[in-house]
C-alpha cells in the first residue's frame, strides 16, 4: 500500500490543478467581446492495448512526438480518450495494460472515459487502472456501490484565457450484457441510461458552472448494434447543450466530422493509428467554428513522427518481458494436431475442431454469450501442434494473423445462403471453413451442394436468428464471404484469436487431445 500512495496521490494533485468538479454556481469566466479563442482538441478512442506500431501505423512512443508537436505550435491543447484501453495485443494484455497507462501520463492525456472493456478484468483491475493513470476519468452513468460516479468524476470543468470546457463521460448500457463484466457489472455497478446521464450532466455544466463549451466523451459508437443501442447520433439529437461528441466504441473511421442536431460528432477509428484533431474557434463563449480532420500516425510508407525517446524507453522493458513470454509454455499436446498439406483447407481437422470449439467455450464461459456455433477459413491456420509441452510461439505459429474475433448475427435464410456460399468453395482454397462442434453437414464436392445441415442438433430454421462467432477478415467479405457483410448486431471482442486458444488449453488443465468427431463429411472430396 505504501508504494501506491505516491502514486494516487501525485494523480489527485494532477487532477486537482487541471480540474474542478464545482459544488456551487460558478462565475462565468471573463473574456474580451468579439475576440476570438482558440482551443485544439486532439483524441484517440479504441486503443486496445496497441503500444506499439502495427504495420507502420500508430505507436504510442510516435503518437507521443506527434502530441508534442502539436502542443509545441498551440497555446491551448486538450487531449482526451474515448475508452477501451484493454483487451488488444499480448504485450497489453500481459501486463493488464499497465505500460499504455503509463504511456498515457507521459503523453499527457487530460481526461478519458470507460470503454466497455474497461470492464473485462471486474472491479479490483478496474480500480488499479483508475489509480494508476494520472488524469481523470470522468463517468456521468455508471455510479458504484456507494452511489458516487466511478472513477470520482461526474464531469470535468477546465478554465482557459476567454472560455470555459465542460467535459461528461457516458459508456453504453450495451457493457452488462456484452463482455467480462457479465460476471460483476449488475452486483458492483449502476447504469443509467445514456441519455438521461447526458440530459442531467449538460444541465450541470451549462446552468451551475457556466461552461460555454460542452464536450461529451462517449463509447457509445455510431453503428446501432442492436434494437434500443443508443448511437452517439441519438444522443446528440436528444440533447440539446453538446457542443461536442468524441465517440468510441464502433471502431468507425470518419474524414469529416458529422452533424447532428447541434452537436458536432467525431472519432479516430482505433489502435492509436489516427489522432483525431479538431481546432475550435470560440467568441463571446460560443463556438463559432470546428475545423477539424484526423492525422494519421504513420503508415507502412512513410514515418512522419518518429519514436518519442522517453515514451520508448517506458515501453521497451515491458516488449523484452513480452517478448521472452513466447517461450513461455502454455500447455501439452497429448498427440500431434497434425497439418499435414494443409488439411484445414480440404477436410474437418483436429486443429480446426479445437481452435472453433475454443471460440464458442471461451465466449460462453468468459463472456457469458449466446452463441450457436464458431468457424474461421482454413487458411487462418497455418501450421500444426506438435506433441508435448506447447509454447506461446507456437500458437502465435499455428495462428500468426492479428485476426480479431467478433459476434455476430446472421437469420436462418442468411444462414442458408451462407453454407450455399461454402459448397461452392473448392477444396484447397483459403476460404474452406472450418467449423465448431454445434454444427454438422456433409458436403458433395464434386457436385457443390450441402445436405444433412444441422447447428445444435436441429435443421435451420429460416425464420430464426443465429449468433456465431469468427474473425475480422470473414467479416468483411474476405475469401469471398459476402453474405457476412450483412451480419448485424455485431459485437467486436477485441480478443485474438490466439489469445482464446491460449486460455482455452489453460481451461483444460493444460492438456489438449487431438479429435475428430464427424462434424463435417466430405464426398468425393480429394486429400493433398
Not at 90 to 107: Q, T
Not at 178 to 193: E, K, Q, R, W, Y
Not at 348 to 353: K, L, P, R, V
Not at 467 to 481: H, I, Q
Amino acid at each position: 500500500m505504501k508504494k501506491k500512495l505516491p502514486l494516487i496521490f501525485t494523480a489527485a494533485l494532477f487532477v486537482l490543478a487541471l480540474f474542478a468538479n464545482c459544488a456551487g454556481g460558478a462565475q462565468p469566466v471573463q473574456r474580451e467581446a468579439g475576440k476570438t479563442y482558440e482551443l485544439v482538441l486532439l483524441h484517440t478512442n479504441d486503443h486496445h492495448g496497441a503500444a506499439l506500431p502495427n504495420d507502420g501505423r500508430g505507436g504510442l512512443a510516435e503518437r507521443a512526438s506527434f502530441v508534442k508537436s502539436v502542443r509545441a505550435a498551440n497555446e491551448n491543447v486538450l487531449l482526451i480518450d474515448a475508452g477501451d484501453m484493454n483487451t488488444g495485443t499480448a504485450l497489453s494484455n500481459l501486463f493488464d495494460a499497465e505500460p499504455d497507462f503509463l504511456a498515457y501520463n507521459l503523453i499527457g492525456y487530460d481526461a478519458s472515459t470507460f470503454g466497455n472493456h474497461e470492464f473485462d478484468g471486474g472491479m479490483e483491475k478496474l480500480n488499479r487502472q483508475i489509480a494508476m493513470a494520472n488524469y481523470p476519468f470522468v463517468s456521468s452513468n455508471v455510479k458504484t456501490t456507494d452511489g458516487a460516479f466511478l472513477g470520482g468524476h461526474r464531469y470535468l470543468v477546465k478554465d482557459y484565457d476567454g472560455f470555459r470546457v465542460g467535459l461528461f463521460g457516458i459508456t453504453t448500457l450495451r457493457t452488462q450484457t456484452m463482455a467480462g463484466p457479465a460476471h460483476f457489472v449488475n452486483s458492483d455497478l449502476t447504469f443509467i441510461p445514456e441519455i438521461e446521464a447526458a440530459q442531467a450532466a449538460v444541465s450541470l455544466l451549462r446552468k451551475r458552472e457556466k461552461a460555454d463549451i460542452v464536450i461529451a466523451i462517449t463509447h457509445i459508437g455510431d453503428v446501432q448494434e442492436y434494437a434500443g443501442h443508443v448511437t452517439s447520433a441519438e444522443l446528440a439529437a436528444a440533447v440539446p447543450g453538446i457542443d461536442i461528441i468524441v465517440d468510441g466504441h464502433s471502431h468507425s473511421m470518419f474524414n469529416v466530422p458529422k452533424r447532428e442536431g447541434n452537436a458536432w460528432i467525431v472519432t479516430a477509428n482505433e489502435w492509436g493509428k489516427y489522432v483525431g484533431m479538431g481546432k475550435l474557434s470560440i467568441v463571446d463563449g460560443k463556438l463559432a467554428a470546428f475545423d477539424w480532420s484526423t492525422v494519421e500516425i504513420n503508415n507502412k510508407d512513410r514515418q512522419t513522427y518518429k519514436p518519442d525517446a522517453e515514451t520508448a524507453a517506458l515501453i521497451a522493458p515491458y516488449q523484452e518481458k513480452a517478448d521472452a513470454s513466447l517461450k513461455e509454455v502454455v500447455g501439452e499436446a497429448a498427440d500431434a494436431f497434425v497439418f499435414g498439406n494443409r488439411l484445414t483447407r480440404y477436410q474437418e481437422t483436429a486443429i480446426g475442431n479445437m481452435i472453433t470449439d475454443a471460440n464458442v467455450w471461451y465466449f460462453r464461459t468468459v463472456h457469458n454469450q449466446e452463441l450457436d456455433f464458431a468457424f474461421h477459413n482454413g487458411g487462418n491456420i497455418r501450421a500444426e501442434l506438435p506433441r508435448g509441452k506447447l509454447t506461446r510461439e507456437q500458437i502465435l505459429t499455428v495462428l500468426p494473423y492479428e485476426n480479431y474475433l467478433y459476434i455476430v448475427s446472421l437469420s436462418g435464410a442468411q444462414i442458408l445462403e451462407l453454407f450455399d456460399f461454402i459448397a461452392t468453395i473448392p477444396q484447397g482454397n483459403g476460404g474452406f471453413p472450418q467449423f465448431s462442434k454445434e454444427v454438422r453437414y456433409t458436403l458433395d464436392a464434386p457436385n457443390k451442394t450441402i445436405s444433412g445441415l444441422s447447428i445444435g442438433g436441429a435443421p435451420v430454421d429460416p425464420t430464426r436468428t443465429y449468433r456465431f462467432c469468427t474473425n475480422d477478415f470473414l467479416l468483411s467479405g474476405g475469401d469471398g464471404y459476402t453474405v457476412l457483410t450483412g451480419a448485424q448486431n455485431p459485437y467486436n471482442t477485441s480478443l485474438l484469436l490466439s489469445y482464446v486458444v491460449i486460455e482455452y488449453i489453460a481451461s483444460r488443465s493444460g492438456i489438449i487431445a487431438p479429435s475428430t468427431d464427424g462434424r463435417l463429411t466430405v464426398l468425393g472430396g480429394i486429400t493433398p
